[in-house]
C-alpha cells in the first residue's frame, strides 16, 4: 500500500505542476468568477442561468483536465525512461498502474475543488442562495468527480496499449458515447414506439450494460431548476458510486492485464 | 503468470456484472424517472449544439441560449427570441421561467402597427403552456400560467380557464393571491355558487391562519380581503336576482337586472381604404368602458368558431403561424354610446396577407367578460342584456352574446376591380346613423334622467354600395 501511496503522491505532485493543466484550470476558475456579471434577467432566471453555467463549466472543465491528465501518464513514463528506475525496486507494475490512477485522481479532485470551492464564493457573495441550497449546488460536483474519475480510468486503460494523441480521443469518444447512448437508449425502450426492432432494442440495451454510462452521473437539473422531485434520492447516489467504483474496477484490471504483458 | 491472471479475470468479470446490475435494477430505472430529458426532440440544433447537449451539457446551453434570448428581447428582436425559447425548454424542461416567459410572449408580443396582438400564434402558446405544465407538474406555476391565458387573453373559453386554474390551485405551493383569483374565473364561468362557496372555504381558511398569526399583516390583510369579496358576491348574488332565480321568485320582485336593457348594437364598416376599415355604431349602454370585440378573418380559417378560434389545437408548437391567413382581433372601445374606430391592416402585411377570396368581419360581445359595474346591470350571463337584433344563444351554448358577421370579398378590401373608385359599405340592418350626442368627440356625455337617448335618427345615410346587403 505504502508504494501505491508513495506513486501516487509523487504523481500528484507532478500533475499539479503541469502547466498545460494549470492553464485549464485557470480558464475555469476564470469562467466561475466572471459569470455573476451576466447581464440582468429576473431574480429567478439569473439564479438558474447562473447554475447551469457554473456547473457546466466545473463540468467541461473537469472532462478536460481528466482527459489531459492522464492520457500521458504512462507514456510519459516510459518516453522520459523513469519507468524503468520504478520498476527495477520492488515495485510490482499493477501497483504502479494503480498508483498512477490513484494521483491522477487526487489532482482532478483538487482542481475540482478549488472550481467548486470558487463556485460556492460566487454564490455566498452574490447571497443568492442559503446553505442548504448552497450543500444541493455542492453535491453535484461531488457526483462529476466520481464521472471524471471513472473517465481518467478510461483514459489510463487506453493509455497501458495505445498513444497519447490516439487515447485522448478514443477516451474523449467513449465519453461522448457514453453520454450519447443513455439518451438514444432511453429513446429505443420507448414502448409507445412500436417502430422499433425487438432486435434493435436488445442490442441497445446490451451496449449500454457495455459502454461506461456517464449520463448517470448529470444530475444537476435538479440543482438547477429547484423545487424537482427526485425519487429514492440516496440510493440514486449510493448506486452510482457503487456503478462508479466498480466500473473503474473493471478498466483498471483490464489496464493491468494489459500493461503486465507489455514491453517497457 | 497464470495463477495471477485467473483470479484477476474472475475479480473483473464479478465486477463488471455488478455494474452492470446495479445499472439495470437501480440506476437506470431511477435515472429514467429523476434525471432522464424530458423531451428527447433536438431537431434545431446545430451539429456542435447538439453534441454538447447529447454530452451532457444541455443544461448549459440551455443557459447560454436563454443569455442570448435575453439580449435579443432588449434589443426588441422578437422574432430571434422565440426559436430560443423553443430550444431551451427541449434542452431543459425544467426552466419554469422560460416556459412562462414563452407563453407571454407568443401570445402577446408579436403585435401589429396598432398594438392588436397576431392570434394565431395564441395555439402555440397553449401548447407550451400544456407541455410545461406537463413536464412541471410539480409546482403550480404553469398550470396558473396557461390558466391566465385562458382567462385574460383567450377571454373566450372559461371553462379552460377553471380547469388549469382549479389545477394549479391544487398546488400547495401557490401564492395565496392566485389561489383566490380562482373565484373570479368561476364567476365569469358562470358557476357563482360554486365561486361562493370557495370564498367561504378561503374565507375559513384565512380565519384560521389569523387566529394563529395575529400579528402577521398579511393575514390580517388576506383575511379582510376575502371577506370583503365574500360580502360583495353576496350583495351581488342578491342584487342580480340569482338567488332568487335558484329559489324560483325571480319574476315576482325587481332586481338590477330587470328589466333587461337592450344595448342596441348596430355597425357600419367602410372600407375607406385598400386594407384600411373604418367602423362606427351604436351602443346603448351608458358607462365607459364597454369593449366589442372585432374579428376580420379568412372566411374558411382553419379551426375558426365564431368571433374566435380553437385556441387548443393539439401539442405542436408551432412558431411558423400560417402566414398564407388572416386574424384580425381588435376591441371597439365605447364612449357616448357610440364606437367609431378605424383599423389599418395595410402596413402588417405578414400579419394580414389577404390571400384568401372570402372574408368575415364579426361583432361580439360576451356579459361574462363585463366588468362588474356592468354585471350589475347585465348579470353574470347576460340576463340583464338584450339586443332586439343581434342576440344569439348558439354561437356559444348557454351563454347568450351579441354576435353578428358581415361577409367581405378580397376585391372589395384591396380595393381593386369595380371597388377601386367606390368604398365599400357593409352596415347592419337597423344602423341609421349617430346621433348629434353621439357624434361629439372628446367630452363623455352623461345624460341625466330627462336626457335619456331617444331613438336614433339618421343625420345623414352613408354611401351604401350596390348589391351591399346588410347582415344579421
Not at chain 2, 412558431?319 to 383599423?343: A, C, E, G, S
Amino acid at each position: 500500500m505504502n508504494v501505491i501511496l508513495s506513486i501516487a503522491r509523487t504523481t500528484l505532485g507532478e500533475a499539479i505542476r503541469r502547466r498545460v493543466l494549470l492553464v485549464i484550470l485557470l480558464i475555469g476558475v476564470l469562467f466561475l468568477v466572471v459569470a455573476p456579471g451576466l447581464e440582468a434577467l429576473s431574480p429567478r432566471q439569473e439564479s438558474t442561468v447562473l447554475r447551469a453555467l457554473t456547473l457546466g463549466v466545473i463540468q467541461l472543465t473537469s472532462a478536460v483536465i481528466a482527459i489531459v491528465l492522464t492520457v500521458y501518464l504512462i507514456p510519459n513514463e516510459i518516453e522520459r525512461r523513469t519507468i524503468y528506475t520504478i520498476l527495477s525496486k520492488p515495485v510490482q507494475r499493477w501497483q504502479f498502474l494503480v498508483g498512477k490512477y490513484l494521483g491522477a485522481v487526487g489532482a482532478l479532485g483538487l482542481m475540482m475543488a478549488l472550481m467548486t470551492g470558487t463556485m460556492l464564493l460566487v454564490f455566498m457573495l452574490m447571497k443568492q442562495n442559503q446553505l442548504d441550497q448552497l450543500g444541493e449546488l455542492a453535491r453535484v460536483p461531488v457526483l462529476f468527480f466520481a464521472q471524471m474519475a471513472l473517465l481518467a480510468a478510461v483514459a489510463v486503460f487506453f493509455s497501458t496499449f495505445v498513444s497519447p494523441i490516439v487515447n485522448f480521443f478514443l477516451s474523449g469518444g467513449v465519453y461522448l458515447l457514453g453520454s450519447v447512448f443513455n439518451s438514444l437508449f432511453e429513446s429505443f425502450a420507448d414502448p409507445e414506439r412500436s417502430d422499433i426492432n425487438p432486435l434493435v432494442r436488445g442490442i441497445a440495451g446490451a451496449i449500454q450494460f457495455v459502454i461506461p454510462n456517464f449520463q448517470n452521473f448529470n444530475v444537476q437539473n435538479a440543482a438547477i431548476n429547484q423545487g424537482t422531485a427526485i425519487q429514492s434520492e440516496a440510493v440514486y447516489y449510493a448506486g452510482l458510486v457503487g456503478y462508479a467504483l466498480a466500473y473503474i474496477g473493471v478498466l483498471l484490471i483490464a489496464g493491468i492485464l494489459i500493461f503486465d504483458r507489455r514491453e517497457v | 503468470m497464470k495463477r495471477k491472471v485467473a483470479p484477476l479475470i474472475a475479480a473483473m468479470a464479478a465486477l463488471f456484472l455488478g455494474q452492470a446490475t446495479l445499472q439495470g435494477t437501480t440506476i437506470f430505472p431511477l435515472w429514467k424517472k429523476n434525471f432522464a430529458p424530458l423531451r428527447a426532440d433536438l431537431t434545431g440544433l446545430d451539429p456542435s449544439q447538439l453534441l454538447f447537449a447529447f454530452a451532457g451539457f444541455r443544461e448549459l446551453i440551455a443557459g447560454i441560449l436563454w443569455v442570448r434570448a435575453d439580449a435579443f428581447f432588449d434589443e426588441g428582436n422578437f422574432d430571434a427570441v422565440l426559436p430560443m425559447i423553443w430550444l431551451v425548454t427541449r434542452l431543459d424542461p425544467h426552466q419554469i421561467d422560460v416556459y412562462a416567459t414563452g407563453m407571454w410572449h407568443i401570445a402577446y408580443n408579436f403585435t401589429d402597427e396598432g398594438s392588436r396582438s397576431d392570434r394565431r400564434y395564441i395555439p402555440s402558446a397553449v401548447a407550451l403552456g400544456r407541455e410545461g405544465a406537463r413536464n412541471n407538474d410539480q409546482t403550480y406555476e404553469l398550470f396558473f400560467e396557461t390558466g391566465w391565458l385562458y382567462y385574460h387573453k383567450i377571454e373566450d373559453d372559461y371553462p379552460e380557464a377553471v380547469k388549469w386554474f382549479e389545477q394549479a390551485a391544487g398546488h400547495k405551493d401557490i401564492m395565496t393571491a392566485r389561489r383566490n383569483l380562482l373565484n373570479n374565473v368561476y364567476q365569469r364561468n358562470n358557476e357563482v355558487d360554486k365561486a361562493a362557496n370557495y370564498l367561504y372555504g378561503l374565507l375559513e381558511e384565512s380565519q384560521e391562519r389569523y387566529k394563529k398569526a395575529p400579528n402577521e399583516f398579511v393575514n390580517m390583510q388576506n383575511r379582510d380581503t376575502i371577506e370583503q369579496n365574500y360580502d360583495n358576491l353576496l350583495v351581488r348574488m342578491a342584487q342580480r336576482g340569482y338567488l332568487a332565480k335558484k329559489e324560483g321568485y325571480y319574476p315576482s320582485w325587481d332586481y338590477d337586472t330587470k328589466p333587461p336593457f337592450d344595448v342596441g348594437f348596430s355597425a357600419q364598416v367602410t372600407v375607406i381604404e385598400p386594407r384600411v376599415i373604418k367602423i362606427v355604431g351604436t351602443w346603448n349602454v351608458l358607462p365607459v368602458g364597454t369593449r366589442i370585440r372585432v374579428v376580420m378573418r379568412d372566411a374558411d380559417y382553419p379551426n375558426a368558431i365564431p368571433a374566435g378560434m380553437k385556441w387548443y389545437q393539439g401539442e405542436n408548437i408551432n412558431l411558423d403561424p400560417p402566414k398564407d391567413r388572416t386574424f384580425m382581433q381588435d376591441q371597439l372601445f365605447v364612449k357616448n354610446q357610440r364606437f367609431n374606430r378605424t383599423i389599418d391592416m395595410g402596413r402588417d402585411r405578414t400579419m394580414y396577407p389577404f390571400t384568401s377570396d372570402k372574408y368575415v368581419i364579426e361583432f361580439y360581445y360576451n356579459p361574462r367578460q363585463a366588468p362588474a359595474y356592468i354585471q350589475d346591470k347585465f348579470g353574470w350571463n347576460g340576463e340583464g342584456m338584450t339586443d332586439k337584433n343581434f342576440i344569439n344563444n348558439e354561437v356559444r351554448p348557454g351563454n347568450p352574446v351579441v354576435y353578428t358577421r358581415m361577409e367581405v370579398s378580397r376585391d372589395q378590401i384591396e380595393r381593386r376591380g369595380e371597388w377601386k373608385d367606390v368604398a365599400p359599405v357593409f352596415q347592419t340592418k337597423n344602423y341609421a346613423g349617430l346621433a348629434p350626442t353621439q357624434v361629439d368627440q372628446g367630452v363623455i356625455k352623461v345624460p341625466g334622467i330627462l336626457e335619456q337617448p331617444k331613438t336614433q335618427s339618421a343625420p345623414s345615410t352613408p354611401g351604401k354600395a350596390p348589391g351591399i346587403s346588410a347582415n344579421e
